[in-house]
């Protein structure tokens, strides 16, 4: 379909308050924040554009190292940024066109086929809306202010609908996933083989649950499978019928209200991003995992000095005392829970 309904329901407007929240428990954490990386591509920076106030996910162009696309979640508009990486200015604006007034875009991943794929599965009424939409263009070869056909697909999931924040492209097949949104009993849905934009596309689960998915992305080799939650990071070994390995913690930094991650375009690092005007996006390196003892791959922070000083990842120590980030973690949870709480009482007073 070309627009939507014109009885659809638009998201609620967060609480000025939840960001304050939000905020306040970002400080807690602030003794251990990472460093700040070295200046340049693929690096540590701030999104400087003031239109950018949610941007809620991030994929690393291959087709302009460097680059990567973003959004706001919500009420902005069919428009995806470049940002580039050595100065944090958009370098072009995207509208897309052919496509109907998005809802609530929360995800943008990019396939094997040179193209972006942008989600609009948002549902921060609790599952109410009976389809969402996936749409798909070709990312552009030269990075300037421009409108792009994209096709639109329409979304339904086989066990009804759901909160969604997650949509991830294999970079080998070229298949979509979507992980829903729950704090426990989440689930990683498989698309089609190929998407359609005639009739329903049906997700089915594949058997993996995942909790709290924020956003995710898959490794450029397509052997990993990372997902974001508010409170940190997990990878998982990729299986080809879409089940997931055993989890693996990484050392995610918090950043408030903790959205997206992608890999570099490279697969040497993880970028990760948040809401807010002016959000950081933090690079945070791949470690490889080594060849005996099965030891797990992590990531470190530059500057770093606990596995979980990042904020969100490593397990606490062996000792008697709890490292500081553990303790800020607790911390942030109760922030994090009480934010949940005012929007859920904002979605009663509806």
Do not use: C
């Not at 086989?158 to 426990?184: C, F, N, W």
């Not at 209200?257 to 390196?285: I, K």
């Not at 791949?286 to 005996?292: A, N, S």
């Not at 062996?318 to 942030?332: D, S």
Request: overall charge negative.
């Amino acid at each position: 379909m070309s627009r939507r309904s014109s009885t659809a329901r638009r998201r609620p407007v967060r609480p000025g308050r939840a960001a304050a929240v939000l905020a306040a428990g970002a400080l807690l954490l602030a003794p251990v924040a990472p460093a700040a990386a070295a200046s340049g591509a693929d690096q540590d920076f701030t999104v400087e554009d003031p239109r950018i106030t949610e941007s809620s996910g991030l994929a690393a162009s291959r087709r302009h190292p460097g680059v990567y696309w973003t959004h706001n979640d919500s009420d902005d508009g069919a428009y995806l940024y470049a940002v580039d990486s050595r100065t944090g200015r958009t370098v072009a604006t995207v509208t897309m066109t052919g496509v109907g007034e998005p809802r609530d875009v929360e995800a943008v991943s990019l396939g094997p086929d040179g193209n972006l794929y942008v989600g609009d599965i948002g549902d921060n009424l609790g599952g109410t809306w009976d389809h969402v939409w996936i749409y798909r263009l070709p990312e552009p070869a030269e990075l300037r202010d421009q409108a792009v056909a994209a096709t639109q697909f329409t979304v339904q999931y086989e066990d009804g609908p759901r909160d969604a924040e997650a949509l991830m492209v294999h970079p080998g097949t070229g298949r979509a996933y979507i992980a829903s949104k729950k704090q426990s009993g989440g689930r990683l849905y498989a698309g089609p083989e190929e998407l359609s934009a005639q009739g329903v596309n049906v997700f089915r689960p594949t058997g993996a649950e995942v909790d709290w998915v924020t956003d995710g992305a898959f490794s450029p080799d397509g052997s990993e499978l990372v997902l974001r939650s508010y409170l940190g990071a997990k990878a998982y070994d990729w299986k080809g019928d879409g089940s997931l390995g055993e989890p693996r913690r990484l050392s995610a930094p918090l950043l408030g209200q903790s959205e997206s991650v992608t890999y570099t375009a490279d697969g040497t690092g993880l970028m990760y991003g948040a809401e807010g005007a002016r959000s950081r996006v933090v690079r945070v390196d791949v470690e490889k995992r080594d060849g005996e003892g099965g030891a797990p791959e992590g990531t470190k922070s530059p500057g770093a000095e606990h596995p979980d000083g990042a904020g969100g990842g490593g397990e606490a120590d062996g000792g008697g005392e709890q490292p500081a980030g553990t303790l800020g973690l607790v911390a942030v949870g109760a922030v994090v829970l009480a934010w949940l709480g005012l929007r859920k009482g904002r979605r009663g007073e509806k």
